[in-house]
């Protein structure tokens, strides 16, 4: 089992819509949590990190679940420049990061 | 303006050859990565360093090798013994011990084989 899980989709969505991604990671000890984005061919961004209340950057929001061992970033009011592949980041307490295999997102017209 | 470079942005090897891949970064971080990613896949660990003249195997350190003897610099070797370099390798850097300071990154090398 991988440490961290993401579903890969790919997410077909049209502009407008709502859509929600879930990944899971394995390590009790993680301690920092991280949405990136990533177009095609391109380095990842940071999108948000992911705090424990819960935060909200427009229309994104991310959440985490330590006693579920899982982090969700929702996408409101998708947009055609949303689409990109979403990376799940875990960082441990000893400083490693993890990252998901990431879910591809298409916004279509 | 603050980042990382790296270089070059494509990078073709021959069989047989070491090429090196360079990082360089002017954020003041202590902390440098390198990464491989594999079309369609994640980012998977090769090395790090948390501190000049120290540095840790990741998860696919096998056919490579770093140095770290400045702050502002983490160069990456492919050696001969990596028989499937084709990848995008990605340096990143962050400060170490705070943990909820995320990692920033280089715009990345594209390695083939010749």
């Known amino acids: 089992r991988k440490e961290v899980e993401q579903d890969p989709g790919p997410f077909n969505v049209p502009e407008g819509a709502t859509v929600a991604f879930n990944c899971t990671y394995s390590?009790?000890?993680?301690?920092?949590f991280f949405w990136y984005r990533q177009d095609c061919r391109k380095e990842p961004k940071l999108l948000m990190s992911v705090y424990s209340s819960g935060n909200e950057d427009g229309r994104f929001t991310a959440q985490l679940n330590r006693a579920s061992q899982y982090i969700s970033l929702l996408i409101r009011d998708s947009k055609l420049s949303d689409s990109a592949t979403y990376l799940c980041v875990v960082t441990t307490n000893a400083g490693k990061s993890t990252f998901g295999d990431g879910t591809t997102l298409t916004v279509k017209p | 303006d603050g980042g990382i470079t790296q270089s070059p942005k494509y990078l073709f090897r021959k069989e047989g050859q070491n090429v090196t891949l360079s990082c360089e970064q002017n954020?003041?971080?202590?902390?440098m990565y390198w990464y491989r990613q594999d079309p369609g896949q994640g980012l998977r660990l090769i090395y790090y360093?948390?501190?000049?003249?120290?540095?840790q195997k990741g998860d696919i350190a096998e056919g490579y090798s770093v140095s770290r003897e400045k702050k502002e610099s983490f160069p990456l070797t492919v050696t001969s013994a990596q028989k499937n370099p084709t990848a995008f390798y990605l340096c990143a850097s962050s400060t170490p011990g705070q943990w909820d300071q995320p990692q920033h990154f280089g715009d990345g090398t594209r390695l083939s084989i010749l």
């Open positions: 954020l003041n971080h202590d902390a």
């Open positions: 360093s948390q501190i000049v003249n120290d540095f």
């Open positions: 390590n009790s000890a993680s301690q920092s």
